[in-house]
């Protein structure tokens, strides 16, 4: 409730900003930029405005404060008070950079798995455990849903469903203990040592061998993406191509069309990223993220 009274108090300013013009281009000379407004078609949308906000809160003050604002007819509306009071509020800006501070290492994993140079399946649950233990650290949040726990019993839900007249269910189970207890090639120097260096999948498919059952359930697992962000660029490529002028296409000549087309850029994309070393970063890393391009000053 009180996260949700401080998006509502910020949107206010916001919008009060955005609806006048003379104040608009005031808030533009005294804060030196823009603020970031709340869009439909991004994730984390609130927490990008707040943040936003944040960094304009000297400037904003200075605007609300100033002899402009004091003569002008908007600071003697009941609007503009009530905007006024909000800005100049301490405990607004002091719950809002409490709320960011929450926000923020969520907002990083998201930006994480809504990439697409590698597969993120394999660093979800790490990239989670870091963020919980971030936030039990920093403002005591409470353990919740996620622990070891659950993912031995997901585990054990997997193994039941094999059938059990079938031989690769010992194997099955003699491999995921030889993983869990480090033996054999899972156990050796060298394994142990890649653990932290190689993409899940990769280790899975240099030191997986001993466990073939397992090692190509895990590539298949590994190998998957956890944002849904791919397919909806997927549809956006699609309905590029069936416009109404290209409505009569038949169907298998819309998917040729659709498949090329994506992959083209997937190509593009990938030729880029070598070039720029995207894939270098360490992906668990997720309080040593570069901020987006529009959230900068």
Sequence with gaps: ENISNVIKRARTITNYIYNHGWLLAKMREFCKGEIIRPATTRFATNYIALDSLLKKKSGLKQLFTSEDWANHNFSRS?????????????????????????????????????????????????????????????????PGVGDDGTLIRAVHKVYSKLDPASPAVGQFGNELTWFKDARRTFGEPTSVAARTK????EWW???????????????????????????????????????????????????????????????????????????????????????????TE
């Excluded at 593009?268 to 959230?295: N, S, T």
């Design 78 to 142: 009941n609007a503009g008070r009530m905007v006024e009071s909000i800005v100049l509020d301490h405990s607004f800006w002091t719950q809002s950079e409490h709320v960011c501070q929450v926000f923020e290492p969520l907002y990083k994993v998201l930006r994480i798995v809504d990439t697409e140079v590698y597969p993120t399946m394999g660093a979800i649950y790490e990239l989670m455990r870091v963020v919980k233990e971030e936030l039990e650290k920093k403002h005591g949040a409470r």
């Design 198 to 201: 190689m993409s899940p999948t």
């Design 205 to 295: 498919i240099m030191y997986g061998t001993d466990a073939p059952t397992v090692r190509k359930l895990a590539i298949k697992v590994l190998s998957q993406t956890t944002s849904s962000s791919a397919c909806e660029r997927n549809w956006s490529t699609f309905a590029l191509i069936h416009t109404k002028q290209r409505n009569r296409l038949a169907h298998s000549r819309l998917e040729k069309l659709v498949y090329c087309y994506y992959n083209m850029k997937l190509q593009i994309r990938d030729k880029e990223a070598e070039i720029d070393h995207v894939d270098r970063g360490d992906p668990l890393d997720v309080f040593d993220i570069a901020a987006e391009d529009d959230d």
